[in-house]
């Protein structure tokens, strides 16, 4: 069985919400060592110790882009999502469509990503 390079720096965004919760714990378990940080707009909840929280709107380019900026991160678990509500569609294409646009954006500017691609802006 071939053995796996450990990650240096994950970055989970939403990881104060349920899915993101757990990959953080699972990401603790597995590589301890790697430095891990947070994206979320309420740092204030579920939080691990060791783990770096940067509280941040994902439907923010300047934000996304400084928190990618000083995290630097290799690896991105993007998990951000509003509360699951039909009252609030607007809600779900901020930080769906934009937040992650954002966070590609960003991970493009610091070499996370490696890969071209484009977007396709219609907002």
Known sequence: MASQTPFESVLVTGSCGFIGHHIVSKQLESEPSCQLSVLDADVDRNQFPGVAYHKCDISSNDQVQHALQKVKPQVI?????????????????????????????????????????????HL
């Open 77 to 121: 678990f993007h998990t951000e999502c509003p509360p699951s509500s039909p009252d609030i569609p607007s809600l779900f294409e901020k930080l769906i469509v934009l937040g992650t646009r954002n966070v590609l954006e960003a991970a493009l500017a610091i070499g996370t990503v490696r890969v071209s691609f484009k977007l396709v802006s």
